[in-house]
């Protein structure tokens, strides 16, 4: 069976590539980091600029028009700048977005800007720093804070991405909620999924919708729309709060994602460990056709779904060899 462009045998377009710049990160989430450490890729393995421009350039054929960098922490990249600046320039490419931690941002936020950043969603699981500490193994808490304001005064309008662990209690979500009030942000709570973390398989599973029903109980929250795959309910004319359900109220029939790790493997799913390593085809100077050729067999492959719910959570975890930060989350 073959796929028609951009599109998969289920019908679905897909418009977006995420790629990861890098596994390393300067934070280790308990969620996030296996229990034994995480097995760095050695650093020339790691795509090159100019390999992540031709990719996206190849990317724009096939019909991608959106590209999100993630890491680990892609601003630990030091070429950054200079690919976002080169993608912005590429014909269909229509919008460029981060993924980042925070922890680099007061220094990095300007230029960003400068090199054409479209928007930036900001990681932050608690507003209190020693909670902060608890989950990342960092006092970085102030400057994830710092930075957050640096992206502010830059004229972004940062989505905050704080995961639903069981130990967010509803005072916190209260907290979130009145930041979000109060700056121009979105702070969006996102179910925990299966990431190979020593802590992930310990920690319960807290359905988003617990969150949102206290929520717009106790603070009268009205007329949601959809962003994405976000849920989300304005707060005056500041920011908004907003509710990502991957795992009780999966989104997999509409995706439209590709991803593409920081060695150069394509992956049609964050779940899924059979992807496709472009690295030595861009190395040896393979035609821009038969990389294309690759994009297509992602997408021949893909599945319907994810394969995960909140009955088979925990069970699943084990198999999922493929941990966020090296497929780009």
Excluded at 113 to 132: M, Q, T, V, W, Y
Excluded at 144 to 165: E, S, Y
Aim: proline share 4%.
């Amino acid at each position: 069976m073959k796929t028609e462009k951009n599109t998969d045998k289920y019908g679905r377009r897909h418009t977006y590539l995420r790629i990861s710049l890098t596994d390393r990160c300067n934070l280790s989430c308990f969620y996030c980091t296996p229990k034994y450490g995480l097995k760095l890729s050695d650093r020339a393995d790691q795509l090159g600029r100019r390999e992540i421009v031709r990719t996206v350039r190849i990317a724009a054929e096939f019909g991608i028009s959106k590209i999100r960098f993630t890491g680990g922490e892609p601003l630990f990249r030091k070429d950054i700048h200079s690919i976002i600046r080169q993608v912005k320039a590429i014909h269909g490419i229509e919008r460029v977005s981060i993924t980042t931690n925070g922890v680099m941002l007061k220094h990095t936020a300007a230029a960003l800007k400068d090199a054409g950043l479209d928007s930036l969603n900001i990681s932050l699981d608690s507003l209190d720093p020693e909670r902060f500490n608890t989950i990342t193994g960092s006092n970085a808490f102030h400057d994830v804070m710092d930075g957050i304001f640096a992206a502010i005064g830059q004229g972004f309008r940062p989505k905050i991405n704080v995961v639903a662990l069981d130990s967010l209690g509803l005072d916190e979500a209260d907290r979130f909620l009145e930041f979000a009030s109060i700056h121009p942000v979105t702070v969006r709570f996102i179910e925990l999924m299966p990431l190979c973390g020593e802590g992930s398989s310990k920690t319960g599973f807290v359905p988003v919708s617990t969150i949102e029903e206290y929520l717009v109980m106790k603070h009268g929250l009205m007329n949601p729309s959809m962003d994405g795959v976000a849920k989300v309910y304005p707060l005056g004319r500041r920011g908004a709060i907003g509710f990502i359900s991957p795992i009780s109220h999966p989104f997999c029939d509409k995706c439209n994602r590709i991803r593409l790790s920081s060695t150069g493997t394509l992956y049609g799913c964050l779940f899924d460990s059979s992807g496709i390593n472009i690295r030595h085809m861009l190395r040896n100077n393979t035609g821009d056709e038969e990389i294309m050729h690759i994009f297509r067999e992602v997408l021949l492959f893909k599945k319907p779904s994810h394969g995960l719910d909140e009955s088979n959570l925990k069970d699943r975890a084990p198999e999922i060899k493929n941990l966020i930060r090296l497929i780009g989350g």
